[in-house]
Nanobody
Framework: QVQLVESGGGLVQAGGSLRLSCAAS????????MGWYRQAPGKQRDLVAR???????SYTDSVKGRFTISRDNAKNTWYLQMNSLKPEDTAVYYC?????????WGKGTQVTVSS
């Protein structure tokens, strides 16, 4: 069984920064994609960023240039560095681990950006 544990959420003023972390434990297939999603109140859960085992990254347009996803394969941990935060970034952020036939989620961490 795979477990994901997020950390790093909190309250920050607009323009500030936060760094989210997600640590995975259990039987993890090496050829995986690690990602971050977010869900604002009343909205669906949307992809924020993802990174493949080879280091290829993709971002939703609204965070390009502000957020950076990275991973440490030795630690089965990935990160989301969030800079220049905006009130519209307020959401519960979920980490995701995906490999063929499997999809795992963390419990979520709240990020609140005040104006």
């Amino acid at each position: 069984q795979v477990q994901l544990v997020e950390s790093g959420g909190g309250l920050v003023q607009a323009g500030g920064s936060l760094r989210l972390s997600c640590a995975a434990s259990g039987s993890i297939f090496r050829l995986n994609t690690m990602g971050w999603y977010r869900q604002a109140p009343g909205k669906q859960r949307d992809l924020v960023a993802r990174i493949t085992i080879g280091g290829s990254t993709s971002y939703t347009d609204s965070v390009k240039g502000r957020f950076t996803i990275s991973r440490d394969n030795a630690k089965n941990t990935w990160y989301l560095q969030m800079n220049s935060l905006k009130p519209e970034d307020t959401a519960v952020y979920y980490c995701n681990l995906n490999f063929p036939g499997y999809d795992y989620w963390g419990k979520g961490t709240q990020v609140t950006v005040s104006s």
